[in-house]
């Protein structure tokens, strides 16, 4: 992470992992702490491992239908990525599909849901957090031309390239390049602005703490 509070993670970098429970594969972006003032000195895009974080990003690949692992206490989003489509079955009941392009869901982490592919495999972006400490909000949003992401000691930005690309400035004059499956981070800290521009579609995760809402995008 630089000075300013900015920690690329190119998508080459992040770690495969096998789910919890065993039955499928994720590819872990980025875990922090649960209090905000947690990540600051610290660098590296895993800097608190299971269950010692209060938010983590990550990319599922789900080749069949799988149970998903259950996270009592924390809230998950998911926003599929790539493939015909994911659908949710809830043991309650509920049925959720998810179809391209980049449908999304909410749903708390201990119910128990299978996920199931719709013709063919599908690749998820998965974002979990702990409501009783931040709030969270994802966006997905058009990038043409410029826009501005602030942050300030209660709120922080995770950045996700869905598709084109996108320059980042990181606050010392630096620009940071994002590639289509790259993504950034915007720790919390002393009120600056980040700006990205560029052309494409980008997943924006606006972190608060404590959690006191975030608007819904």
Request: charged share 20%; net charge neutral; aromatic share 8%.
């Amino acid at each position: 992470m630089d000075d300013h509070g900015v920690l690329a993670i190119p998508a080459n970098e992040y770690r495969r992992t096998r789910w919890r429970n065993g039955c499928g594969w994720t590819r872990e972006i980025l875990a922090v702490p649960a209090a905000s003032a947690g990540w600051l000195g610290r660098v590296g895009p895993d800097p608190c491992p299971d269950p010692d974080w209060g938010l983590r990003l990550s990319i599922a690949e789900i080749d069949a239908a799988a149970g998903f692992s259950p996270f009592p206490g924390l809230e998950r989003e998911q926003v599929l990525l790539s493939g015909n489509g994911l659908r949710l079955e809830f043991d309650d009941g509920e049925r959720i599909t998810l179809l391209p392009p980049h449908q999304r869901a909410r749903f708390g982490g201990a119910r128990a849901v299978t996920g199931v592919p719709v013709d063919g495999p599908v690749r998820v972006f998965n974002l979990m957090w702990r409501a009783d400490a931040m709030a969270a909000t994802v966006l997905h949003r058009p990038l043409v031309g410029g826009m501005w992401c602030f942050c300030d000691v209660g709120m922080a930005w995770a950045v996700h390239v869905l598709a084109g690309a996108a320059r980042l400035a990181t606050g010392s004059g630096e620009t940071v390049v994002l590639a289509q499956g790259d993504s950034a981070w915007l720790a919390p800290g002393s009120r600056r602005r980040h700006g990205l521009d560029g052309a494409g579609e980008l997943l924006l995760v606006q972190v608060e703490w404590p959690a006191r809402g975030a608007a819904q995008g």
